[in-house]
Each structure stands twice: as C-alpha cells, then as structure tokens.
C-alpha cells in the first residue's frame, strides 16, 4: 500500500509539458515555468525573439507604421529566404507582453532551412541588437493566435499569451508569395549592392 501511495505522489509530482510553450515557442515564466519546455531538435519553423520594434508608441502615424512594418518584414523574408530556402509562412507578433513582444517566426519549406537559418542567425546584429534565434514547436501559427484579438476585443494586451499578428498589406503578400509562381524565389532580383539588415 505505501508503494502504491508513493507513486501517486511522484506521478503528481512529475512535470507535464507546458502548453503556452508547445502552442507559441515561448512562456512569460521563462526557465522559471513550473511545466517543462521541451526544444525541438528538429522544425521547419524557427523563433527569432523581440526582434520587431514597433513604433506605434511614436509620434508617427498609424501609415507610417505600416510603413515601417513592412519594410521590416520585406527585409527579413526576402533576406532569409534568399540565404536559408523557400519560406512558407512568415509571422510578427504586436504584443505588448516581453515573452511575445516582436516576435518573428518563420516556417520553412524544409527542416534543414530552418537549421541553417537558426546557427547562422543567433548572436548576429539586427539593427545593433544581438539575435536570438532558435528553433520552435510551433506547427501552425493559428493555433497560437489570440481569438479575442482577430476580432478586436482582446481586453489583456499586456498579459495575453496568445499571438496578436501584426498584418502585412496586401500588395506587399502578393509581391512576396505569389512571385514564386513565375519561378522566382521572389519578384524582385536582388541589386548586387543591396545592403542585408543582419549583420
């Protein structure tokens, strides 16, 4: 019987994997989570973390952020995917949490990309900023994205732990995904003295 008893109480003692990071790559608690943060050692998505920095808090307006985001994200697909593989889908979280804030997730064609992408792009500079890159448990992005905010009535924009995305214009989705149906990695070549963001 004491046996028996004991082991209820390892099992209820024994960690269980923690579902905000299997959902999102990430957790508000960090290592400090009381469930386990189990890293992929192999993904087609990879995490760079707190990368955007969103100006929304400046005195520009709301078409200069635009503006300013899709620059950013431009920058980021066309150079990643000119440098790893084919990209699937790319992803830019508008939280205003530390763990989602500017969050970029890519999700490659195929695993080894994202390998690639994550040991050439950790600890390089991005705009001064040093990149944490890593690969993510992330399978499919709307699983992690917050319901509440897709129909605009998310009331925790600092303690969501669900994904706010921050939308692409349209002309630029066109220009970057469906340029690949006229056998482009994208549309437009690449000038020989284009200047890459990550350094």
Not at 74 to 85: A, L, P, R, T
Not at 104 to 131: H, P, Q
Request: charged share 30%.
């Amino acid at each position: 019987m004491a046996e028996f008893l004991a082991s209820i109480y390892r099992m209820e003692n024994d960690k269980v994997d923690c579902p905000l990071y299997e959902k999102t790559g990430v957790c508000r608690h960090g290592d400090s989570c009381s469930h386990i943060h189990n890293k992929p050692t192999c993904s087609k998505t990879c995490i760079l973390r707190n990368l955007y920095e969103n100006p929304q808090n400046s005195a520009k307006s709301s078409e200069g952020n635009q503006e300013h985001f899709d620059n950013f994200f431009e920058d980021v697909f066309v150079e990643c995917e000119y440098k790893y593989g084919e990209i699937e889908e790319m992803n830019v979280c508008g939280n205003l949490g530390d763990h989602l804030r500017g969050n970029v997730y890519i999700k490659f064609r195929r695993e080894e990309d994202a390998e690639k992408a994550v040991a050439d792009l950790n600890n390089s500079r991005f705009g001064g900023r040093i990149i944490q890159a890593e690969l993510c448990p992330v399978i499919d992005v709307r699983d992690a994205c917050c319901r509440h905010y897709e129909m605009g009535r998310c009331n925790r924009p600092r303690l969501c732990n669900f994904m706010h995305l921050k939308p692409i214009s349209r002309d630029l989705g066109r220009f970057l995904y469906t340029g690949r149906n006229f056998g482009r990695i994208y549309c437009r070549p690449l000038s020989p003295t284009k200047k890459f963001p990550f350094e």
